[in-house]
């Protein structure tokens, strides 16, 4: 019984000491000696406990514990920070009969990561042309994890591209481990494809890949609405961004339950980048094709290259990729 109480209190250190070193403000230095100071502090009450005196040391445990944990939920999300340009506002907007209004859609002009033109713009889109979705996977460095974009289409060739990202302040660099411990903010962007995805396989030198989904229209429209209205919610209630729970894969997947009914659970709705072999289980992409025939038509990265910042840039990348029967 001793062992696991040592190693819950030695498992509740750990956690501690990550959480000082991504929320308490100052230079590395001084938060490497709140994380050292912690660290004695936390030997001393384990060495106490199994050695005593045992009574004092578990007093000090449990009035550290209460203290941490006061402290871990009296932290509160914001949207009153020095956020980076590309997530500094939140998109939103107001949907009336057929006509949906989305303020601060994203229409960036990329060079490099620090060399950019700014531009937040106000578009209208007749909901009636709406008619299809398409999923982007953006990967980097390992396979398993990939950022997820959904871009709705509309009759005449018109896109809107949604992402679930963190909202990062000035000269913050993402973490994935940071996004466990309320670093950042969640942030919901619509952006033009040729900002959205354009940054990531021209600037960043990310490796994309496109597939259209089998949705009929009614659930496009519905999940579209869905993005609005997470996005106006983050205005008047900010939350935090997590790694695991609330992220560009578990936001959708809560919203498309709720859209489609009962949708089965899979350890690749948590690994973001086998997200489409989960789709594909279920019927949601094109079913005359297997998944490597359609990973193959859809990876976009060289034709994004070449595009560049061709206006066209939206159909260039589908080049190739075979359209949906009609449903």
Same mark, same amino acid.
């Given at each position: 019984?001793?062992?696991?109480?040592?190693?819950?209190?030695?498992?509740?250190?750990?956690?501690?000491?990550?959480?000082?070193?991504?929320?308490?403000?100052?230079?590395?230095?001084?938060?490497?000696?709140?994380?050292?100071?912690?660290?004695?502090?936390?030997?001393?009450?384990?060495?106490?406990?199994?050695?005593?005196?045992?009574?004092?040391?578990?007093?000090?445990?449990?009035?550290?514990?209460?203290?941490?944990?006061?402290?871990?939920?009296?932290?509160?999300?914001?949207?009153? *920070?020095?956020?980076?340009?590309?997530? $500094?506002?939140?998109?939103?907007?107001? !949907?009336?009969?057929?006509?949906?209004?989305?303020?601060?859609? *994203?229409?960036?002009?990329?060079?490099?990561?620090?060399?950019?033109?700014?531009?937040?713009?106000?578009?209208?889109?007749?909901?009636?042309?709406?008619?299809?979705?398409?999923? !982007?996977?953006?990967?980097?460095?390992?396979?398993?994890?990939?950022?997820?974009?959904?871009?709705?289409?509309? $009759?005449?060739?018109?896109?809107?591209?949604?992402?679930?990202? !963190?909202?990062?302040?000035?000269?913050?660099?993402?973490?994935?481990?940071?996004?466990?411990?309320?670093?950042?903010?969640?942030? !919901?962007?619509?952006?033009?494809?040729?900002?959205?995805?354009?940054?990531?396989?021209?600037?960043?030198?990310?490796?994309?890949?496109?597939?259209?989904?089998?949705?009929?229209?009614? $659930?496009?429209?519905?999940?579209?609405?869905?993005?609005?209205?997470?996005?106006?919610?983050?205005?008047?209630?900010?939350?935090?961004?997590?790694?695991?729970?609330?992220?560009?894969?578990?936001?959708?997947?809560?919203?498309?339950?709720?859209?489609?009914?009962?949708?089965?659970?899979?350890?690749?709705?948590?690994?973001?980048?086998?997200?489409?072999?989960?789709?594909?289980?279920?019927?949601?992409?094109?079913?005359?094709?297997?998944?490597?025939?359609?990973?193959?038509?859809?990876? %976009?990265?060289?034709?994004?290259?070449?595009?560049?910042?061709?206006?066209?840039?939206?159909?260039?990348?589908?080049?190739? %990729?075979?359209?949906?029967?009609?449903?």
């Amino acid at each position: 019984m001793l062992s696991l109480v040592l190693a819950a209190v030695a498992a509740f250190s750990a956690w501690t000491a990550a959480a000082l070193w991504f929320q308490t403000p100052g230079a590395a230095v001084k938060r490497w000696c709140r994380v050292v100071l912690w660290t004695g502090f936390s030997l001393a009450v384990l060495v106490g406990m199994a050695h005593g005196p045992r009574m004092l040391a578990t007093a000090a445990c449990v009035g550290a514990c209460a203290c941490v944990l006061l402290w871990w939920y009296s932290l509160r999300p914001s949207n009153d *920070r020095p956020w980076a340009d590309d997530v $500094a506002n939140i998109v939103n907007g107001q !949907i009336t009969g057929d006509e949906a209004v989305l303020h601060n859609v *994203r229409n960036f002009s990329w060079r490099s990561t620090t060399d950019y033109t700014v531009r937040w713009e106000t578009r209208r889109y007749d909901l009636r042309r709406l008619d299809s979705i398409d999923m !982007i996977m953006s990967y980097w460095n390992v396979p398993g994890i990939a950022h997820v974009l959904f871009s709705f289409g509309f $009759a005449g060739g018109e896109r809107v591209a949604f992402s679930v990202e !963190i909202r990062r302040q000035k000269h913050q660099a993402y973490s994935p481990v940071g996004g466990f411990f309320k670093e950042f903010e969640l942030s !919901i962007v619509a952006a033009d494809e040729r900002d959205i995805v354009r940054v990531r396989t021209n600037v960043r030198g990310e490796d994309d890949y496109l597939y259209r989904l089998r949705l009929p229209r009614p $659930a496009i429209r519905s999940l579209f609405a869905a993005y609005l209205e997470q996005s106006n919610a983050l205005l008047s209630k900010p939350r935090f961004y997590n790694t695991l729970t609330v992220n560009c894969t578990m936001l959708v997947y809560h919203m498309m339950r709720h859209i489609v009914g009962r949708l089965p659970f899979s350890y690749r709705v948590l690994l973001s980048g086998y997200l489409p072999g989960y789709v594909y289980s279920v019927g949601g992409l094109d079913m005359r094709f297997s998944l490597p025939q359609l990973r193959a038509f859809g990876r %976009i990265t060289a034709r994004a290259k070449a595009a560049d910042d061709d206006p066209q840039f939206s159909a260039a990348i589908r080049v190739g %990729i075979p359209p949906l029967e009609s449903q």
